[in-house]
């Protein structure tokens, strides 16, 4: 059967049609395959949630006053207490303290009597010394007077030895040694002196501090009477309460904390670069009881994070309740976005790449350019870019494969940029 050229024409432009569609197909096989996006203006819209446990903004705090042991215990830990209300009772060791404020008495006794004789020792050795007269011993009594006799001997003796020694009948030694013999004994008694200053200015100082003793010890015993029982020092919740019957606990020990008033503080943890909460913004505070609102009053940054303490003010919520805290916030300003996933990152910065359109051998293609850009804020889906865009060409959004500069790809949506 012959073929016409009609027919043949037919065959001949279907194989063609065919080889062109096997070759597009081969030509893109390898081709990686891109979804195209567009930067666009707009603000970005920032969360993150975090979570923190509810406290008492405002505690009174029972501490023990002394060493002891717990009586009977009145109240559980949540009751809610009235100011004056019996909380517990407490028992305080008596007669140690009694028999601690008798040995401070008895010390402070032996020390008066101490500084006492060493001024009557340090006056009789400066009169004295201040003396030079032969008739000191006989206007001194006491030790003034025994140390007056033994300079007025020591003076004697060497203007004895001087005239001796005038007269040829003593060595000039002799007279050197009188002589010495007198400044050593007026030196040792002038050092003498001066310790005994140094010593009354210590032991004034010491009996200070025993008199000090001696009344917090007089004290303590009229605290230990008035704290036998320990009442509630204000209107409140018990949050804390370390006491139980015959336990013992010690001085300054934490006994019970009650909370006050409906201010709660909830603290929490947020990311280091997180730099949209701040002082004074607004939060939500949601668990499977209660949707509440708090007030930020603080922000610390720390090492791995930020610190938030949240203001709330409600009658409903306890201490110690858990709370999902969700911190939103959308930007005043408006800023060029990409979406976070467009962009790229390499030991030279931040890119993009931009889809351009080129024609081929096999007709309108599609290919890459690199685009080094500078970022700014992000959230948990667009990135600002402040540097390096200035467009609103497509750039790749989504890719099956690695890319590079100057590579062809297919693009999956290019009616959204370009026209067919």
Not at 43 to 69: D, N
Not at 211 to 230: F, I, P, Q, T
């Amino acid at each position: 059967m012959k073929l016409n050229k009609k027919n043949t024409g037919a065959i001949i432009f279907a194989f063609l049609v065919l080889l062109l569609f096997f070759s597009r197909t081969i030509y893109t096989y390898n081709m990686p395959q891109v979804t195209g996006t567009r930067p666009r203006q707009g603000s970005l819209s920032q969360l993150e949630i975090a979570r923190g446990i509810a406290r008492w903004a405002e505690t009174e705090s029972i501490y023990a006053i002394a060493t002891g042991t717990v009586g009977r215990v009145f109240v559980n830990e949540g009751d809610w207490v009235e100011e004056g209300q019996i909380l517990f009772e407490t028992d305080f060791d008596m007669a140690a303290a009694e028999r601690r404020y008798l040995e401070i008495i008895n010390n402070i006794e032996r020390l008066e009597f101490d500084i006492q004789s060493s001024r009557n020792r340090l006056s009789g050795i400066l009169a004295a010394l201040a003396d030079n007269s032969d008739t000191a011993a006989a206007s001194l009594s006491g030790q003034g007077g025994i140390i007056s006799l033994e300079i007025n001997r020591a003076r004697q003796t060497l203007r004895n030895t001087e005239i001796a020694y005038e007269l040829g009948s003593v060595s000039r030694n002799d007279f050197i040694n009188a002589e010495l013999n007198l400044q050593s004994l007026l030196y040792r008694y002038q050092a003498e002196a001066e310790d005994l200053e140094h010593s009354l200015r210590l032991k004034q100082l010491d009996l200070l501090n025993l008199r000090l003793s001696r009344d917090a010890a007089r004290d303590a015993l009229g605290k230990y009477m008035e704290n036998g029982v320990v009442l509630a020092p204000v209107d409140g919740i018990i949050t804390n309460l370390n006491v139980e019957r015959g336990k013992l606990f010690h001085e300054n020990a934490l006994m019970a904390s009650i909370g006050l008033g409906n201010e709660f503080i909830i603290e929490c943890m947020i990311s280091l670069d997180n730099n949209f909460v701040i002082t004074g913004d607004i939060c939500e505070l949601r668990n499977t009881s209660h949707t509440l609102r708090g007030t930020v009053w603080r922000v610390r940054p720390l090492e791995h994070g930020k610190s938030v303490s949240i203001s709330v003010i409600s009658g409903d919520i306890t201490d110690g309740e858990t709370f999902d805290i969700v911190f939103e916030k959308t930007s005043a300003a408006s800023f060029l976005l990409v979406p976070s996933a467009a962009i790229f990152q390499d030991n030279d910065g931040y890119y993009l790449y931009q889809i351009k359109r080129r024609r081929g051998i096999m007709g309108e293609e599609y290919f890459l350019e690199r685009i080094n850009i500078y970022i700014g804020e992000s959230d948990h889906q667009n990135t600002s870019v402040v540097r390096g865009l200035t467009f609103f060409d497509p750039i790749v959004l989504l890719s099956d494969k690695a890319l590079y500069s100057g590579m062809t790809v297919t693009l999956r949506n290019p009616e959204d940029f370009f026209e067919n």
